[in-house]
């Protein structure tokens, strides 16, 4: 089907018709699986370190240009919606570099099935909407209480994982959810308490439910991706679907600023509100949308490759350094409480990355001694 040279977790159908040992298929792909994700697998470990470079890059920049866009007078919700999904474009230099540079075989979106596709594109709308959520939440509330709303989503996430996709929930798992939601809390309690401009109960209650169902749908997003990626077998599969996810997403929000006049919106706010100049409000949208990219890039990568809940920790944790960013490039106030919350923070990313080591190389001597038994298994069967 494909040359060992994809990129990882494959699943070469050849493997399974040399098994005589009486090892079912699911077995037998399952060690399969494993060997590939294993510490020792250098490409597998190469991946990784782009994609978390992706995400951590991709997530700080995006919150220092949306912060860069808010402080010169922006202020349109339809665009910060549709900045974070109109990039789809920057997708197809993964899903098809590889291929021009004979790093795989396979052609782009050739197997993609009707059901990967159909998924794709329900989950990209259920994302278009978990966008809007978002910034309808965002221009609605203080930032303390979105971000508050919003550190419940890694809470949710391990519950959500638990039940869709079986994970398993360790005393290292729940320290670090517990940990990291205490961060995100003290973060948002020492975060500018001042409430929007002519903010009333309605529109309160609005953002304050728009960013619960941001932070839910979030968290449902990730388990039901690591669920979905399991029918996934290479890197490029990853992106082809996650261009889908962000075509739907694009032509939702699309719609919505059409039907809303968000794009004379646009036009207006770059020509007259935007205190510098239409030429500064583009580029700031385009560094935007690019840096959206690379944090959704980086997101669906650390899903696939790892778990969903390694993904929402690795996000939660960049909070901090979204906080430790604003001080140093807009020099933001830098008081006790975050200096305690990225230590917090920094605490419990540490704590469960040596815990994913430890458990990684446990699994590693499993799916050693399991091949060892298989091996001495097939010799006993041939003779």
């Not at 494909?2 to 079912?24: K, L, M, V, Y």
């Not at 949306?66 to 665009?79: D, E, L, N, Q």
């Not at 038994?373 to 041939?382: A, G, K, R, S």
């Amino acid at each position: 089907m494909e040359a060992p040279t994809q990129s990882p977790p494959q699943t070469p159908p050849d493997h399974h018709h040399h098994h005589h040992a009486p090892i079912n298929h699911n077995d037998a792909d399952l060690l399969l699986h494993q060997r590939q994700r294993s510490a020792n697998n250098k490409r597998y470990l190469i991946v990784l370190a782009i994609n978390y470079i992706l995400l951590f890059v991709g997530s700080v920049a995006s919150s220092l240009f949306a912060k860069f866009y808010f402080i010169h007078k922006g202020s349109s919700r339809w665009v910060s919606t549709w900045v974070q999904c109109a990039g789809f474009p920057v997708l197809l230099l993964p899903i098809y570099l590889p291929y021009l540079f004979n790093f795989t075989r396979r052609k782009p979106f050739s197997h993609l099935t009707p059901k990967l596709f159909i998924l794709s594109l329900i989950i990209g709308f259920c994302l278009g909407l978990n966008n809007l959520l978002f910034s309808w939440g965002t221009s609605y509330l203080p930032v303390s209480t979105s971000s508050l709303l919003l550190s419940t989503q890694l809470a949710f996430t391990l519950i959500l994982s638990a039940l869709i996709v079986k994970q398993k929930i360790t005393f290292t798992n729940l320290n670090c959810v517990i940990l990291l939601t205490l961060s995100s809390i003290l973060l948002s309690l020492c975060s500018s308490s001042d409430r929007p401009q002519g903010l009333t109960r309605g529109k309160y209650y609005i953002g304050f439910f728009s960013t619960i169902g941001a932070g839910l749908l979030f968290s449902l997003y990730l388990p039901v991706m690591e669920k979905v990626y399991r029918e996934v077998y290479c890197y490029e599969m990853v992106m082809e679907m996650q261009l889908l996810m962000e075509v739907a997403a694009t032509m939702l929000a699309t719609i919505g600023m059409a039907a809303d006049g968000g794009f004379r919106e646009m036009k207006r706010e770059g020509e007259m509100v935007f205190d510098l100049g239409p030429t500064w409000y583009g580029l700031t949208l385009v560094f935007n949308i690019v840096c959206w990219q690379m944090c959704f890039m980086g997101t669906a990568g650390m899903v696939f490759l790892t778990t969903s809940l390694t993904g929402g920790v690795c996000m939660t944790a960049l909070m901090a350094i979204n906080v430790l960013g604003g001080v140093v490039v807009y020099r933001d106030s830098f008081g006790g409480e975050k200096a305690v919350s990225a230590a917090l923070c920094g605490w419990a990313f540490c704590s469960y990355v040596y815990g994913m080591y430890v458990k990684t190389k446990g699994d590693d001597k499993k799916v050693q001694n399991n091949h060892g038994m298989e091996m001495t298994q097939i010799v006993l069967d041939n003779h």
